[in-house]
């Protein structure tokens, strides 16, 4: 194909990908905003993940440790496993990418589900494949759908466990189910973002299913509970050969010193995650049974968001809710193009902004809380 074109052309199937759009993170006029939209903590960083940051800026000249040695050996340390199993990226959209670009060519598929994160949608036309999207079950991850659309084509399947935007997740049990169900050459990637908030005796974040197959992997992200997502630290936990492919194709520094330091402080201080996901914990219950109490369904979520779902009624729906809700200072996620038309997703904020949500909502239905 050696046809001359007047300008550069992307290859095939890139300008049919709708970029990723982020959060909203303003309220024009509004004094006083709470960004409810990124699922960010609302009690930022370890203060040690902070000061080791801070440290790192004195060095700045260096180019960073492309192992990440100090930073894979202190997760290792926390979760008890083999450094040499893990990766790390900037952010886990980073690694979710590499997957793709590693695992997948032009016509292969990849599937997702039908309320996916959509940065595996983005990533597997990324890399000239097709995307193929199975339903879910009540907003949770449907094993026997995915089993049911795999052909000899599938060469990826991506879920969030627990999902996003849903807060849904599914037991250990049911993602051995979909390990054993799956050809051996299909990569099963498991995406813990939320993993940490997770409190059911039957929810596993993926690791012992890693360690026991050699087609599953598990990511993870410091972005969430360890509240660095400005620095963009992610990690995977994988198969040595997964691993040894990876690796050849990142780039050769892909994290930064002062995210590498952070991170390793922050993965250290698990007192300060237990500090969070309590104050996690009792924020969902209160805000599920408030909301719940003012007459709105609330997807039940085991993470630090929850998905609300509005009226189909005029002036009750959900863009109706978010203009009324920004106008007040608190910023939601409108998740549309999640396949949710009339919900919102809020991430638990600080204490001030899961009262004042649940009492503008409130107002919003008429049925104060
Ligand atoms: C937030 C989130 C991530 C984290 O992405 P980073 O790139 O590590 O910030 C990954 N997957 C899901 C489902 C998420 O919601």
Partial sequence: MSVEMSKPVPRPGILDI??????????????????????????GASPKAI?????????LERYPDGQAIELREAIAAVHGLNPA?????????????????????????????????????????????????????????????????????????????PGNPTGTYIPVSEVRRLQ????????????????????????????????SNANVVMTRTFSKVYGLAALRVGWIYAPAEIIDALNRVRGPFNMNTPA??????????????????SFNQMWIEKVTGALETIGLKVTPSVTNFVLIHFPDVDGKRAADADDFLTSRGYILRAVRSYGFPNSLRMSIGPEEANRGVIEALGEFMGRPA
């Fill in 260 to 277: 590498i330091a952070a991170g390793a402080a922050a993965i250290r201080d698990q007192a300060f995650v237990q500090e969070a996901t």
């Fill in 51 to 59: 000061e080791a940051f801070r440290e790192a800026a004195g060095h």
């Fill in 85 to 161: 199993n893990i990766m790390c990226g900037n952010g886990s959209d980073e690694l979710l990418g590499l997957l793709c670009h590693v695992y997948l060519s032009p016509g292969d598929e990849g599937i997702i589900t039908e309320h996916g994160f959509l940065v595996y949608k983005i990533q597997i036309m990324g890399a000239g494949a097709t995307p193929v999207v199975v339903k879910e079950t009540d907003h949770t991850v449907d094993v026997d759908a995915i089993l049911a659309a795999v052909t000899d084509k599938t060469k990826i399947v991506f879920i969030a466990n």
């Fill in 180 to 211: 054993a169900g799956l050809p051996k050459h299909v990569v099963l990637v498991l995406d813990a973002a939320y993993a940490e908030y997770v409190r059911r005796n039957d929810y596993e974040s993926g690791i012992e299913v890693v360690s």
């Fill in 18 to 43: 709708a970029a990723y759009v982020p959060g909203k993170e303003h309220a024009p006029g509004v004094a006083r905003v709470y960004k409810l939209s990124s699922n960010e903590t609302p009690l």
